[in-house]
């Protein structure tokens, strides 16, 4: 399935130098042979998107918005295409992957609208006669990194805003989801850009990072994955002073105060938190819910719970595919043995899909009686647990939400507006979603502090990272 792609450099498709297969979480089985990259590959990418960046940059900025525009029509058309690989290679349900690649159309069409409003500025200088102005330029080549769990979604994040600086850009995404970075960049080529302008190659570590970060043609790094790797990243990226963005990890809290709806709170949490097997930064990982609906919180998040089918994501009635690989299902296990042995209780799910003979099927699973020391409380489980917890005050439970070093997202479920004012100001993260989960949109930035990255995907703060700043002081006598 992956012979009809390939790598991408210098504006066509190139089988690399090797192969290596693409595994089904489903199945476990093959899903095909996907083509790897050598150093060789990544060097010619690196001098393709040099040559890329000085047409593509010199493109006046209404023509680069008509070329994404193009982009987003072409993804239109392959929808179903893109969501079928979007499921085959991460299991997530079709439904789940058809939202995935509309929010990765959006992205295309927002920033080809942001290509047109690259703002600059006039500011009058002190000199007699004299004018400051300020404009924007790109930044330059930039090396993206991707991770599997929403393949098409980060890629566009990424691709769309760099596009419309008038960058270049290298994709570099997980070996684990190859295929739908395949189909976003045969997307890509309706665009008709200029050969260089977008490239993708796919291997190991040595192959592909070393190579990219190393040269200093390279520019920006962009990076959605854990932060021990974007610790690394920041260090690796000071050798030549690349400028970088980091959308890391989560753990994110989630509080039901007293005054909240609780069925409609449950209505948003439960759907939100079981998305692609949990396996989302912004999910929802501690819930922090007062005593006086505790017991009935629990009681319903339990119920929708048990009503959610595991399978196959390509069954429309599947309301939970499979965890990536082996090693995500390990861990599970491993953090809720850990929960239980700490004084959790498994109030639903806590093993491993029964009735499947292959794929890395979990239980969508609820523990109670945790507490703020245990590992599934102060970690990110990055999987289908929910730990819930008791909380009394405002003051005890924000305290304990931002008893953490991460800071990407953060939820609360209140009826109180000034409540809710008060909570968005006082948890430390880069997201605050009250009565909401909606946190991925085009037009809102998105991102984290701390531990959790630095940078912004998405709204108009998206495109600032992809560009520099001059400032030109003309005097006339």
């Not at 040595?206 to 994955?225: C, E, F, I, N, W």
Request: hydrophobic share 45%; proline share 5%; with cysteine.
């Amino acid at each position: 399935m992956y012979d009809r792609f390939g790598l991408f450099i210098a504006g066509e498709w190139q089988p690399g130098s090797s192969t290596a297969p693409v595994f089904s979480p489903v199945t476990e089985q093959p899903l095909g042979q996907c083509p790897v990259a050598d150093i060789a590959d990544t060097e010619a990418a690196i001098a393709s998107a040099e040559a890329g960046l000085r047409a593509w940059a010199a493109t006046p900025a209404f023509t680069r918005a008509d070329a994404l525009h193009r982009i987003a029509d072409e993804m239109i058309r392959r929808t179903d295409e893109a969501a079928r690989m979007i499921t085959l290679e991460t299991g997530k349900p079709i439904v789940q992957a058809g939202r995935e690649w509309a929010l990765c159309i959006d992205q295309f069409r927002w920033y080809a609208e942001e290509a047109r409003r690259i703002y600059g500025r006039i500011v009058e200088s002190r000199v007699p006669g004299g004018r400051f102005e300020i404009h924007h330029e790109p930044v330059g080549i930039v090396a993206a990194f991707t991770a599997w769990n929403f393949p098409a979604a980060l890629i566009a994040r990424k691709v769309a805003p760099a596009l419309a600086a008038g960058c270049s850009i290298i994709v570099r995404p997980s070996s684990q989801t190859p295929g739908v970075a395949m189909v976003m960049v045969d997307c890509v080529r309706a665009g008709t850009l200029p050969a260089g302008a977008v490239n993708l190659i796919i291997g190991p570590t040595q192959a592909t990072y070393a190579p990219l970060m190393a040269d200093k043609r390279v520019r920006k790094v962009s990076l959605t994955g854990s932060t021990r790797v974007g610790q690394q990243m920041i260090r690796d990226a000071a050798d030549t002073l690349k400028k970088v963005s980091m959308e890391l990890g989560g753990n994110a809290p989630v509080i039901v105060y007293d005054d909240a709806d609780l069925e409609a709170a449950l209505n948003v949490v439960v759907p939100a938190k079981f998305a692609n097997a949990g396996q989302v930064c912004v999910t929802g990982d501690r819930f922090y819910v007062h005593d006086s609906l505790h017991d009935a919180f629990v009681a319903g998040f339990v119920e929708r719970a048990r009503t959610i089918k595991l399978g196959d994501g390509l069954d429309p009635s599947v309301g939970m595919g499979p965890l990536i690989n082996a090693g995500r299902l390990a861990e599970m296990e491993k953090i809720v043995t850990g929960a239980v042995q700490a004084g959790a209780t498994i109030a639903c799910g806590g093993q491993r899909g029964a009735g499947f003979n292959a794929g890395h099927f979990f239980e969508p699973t609820v523990l109670t009686d945790c507490t703020d020391a245990m590992a599934v409380m102060a970690e990110e489980n990055f999987g289908p647990i929910a730990a819930i917890t008791r909380f009394s005050t405002e003051d005890e439970v924000l305290a304990r939400a931002n008893g953490t070093d991460m800071g990407l997202s953060a939820y609360a479920f209140t009826r109180n507006p000034a409540r809710a004012r008060r909570t968005v100001a006082a948890l430390k993260a880069g997201m605050v979603g009250i009565n909401s989960f909606a946190m991925a949109a085009s037009e809102a930035p998105f991102g984290g502090t701390n531990h959790s990255g630095m940078g912004r995907e998405g709204g108009t703060e998206g495109i600032r990272d992809y560009l520099d700043v001059k400032s030109s002081q003309m005097v006339w006598a």
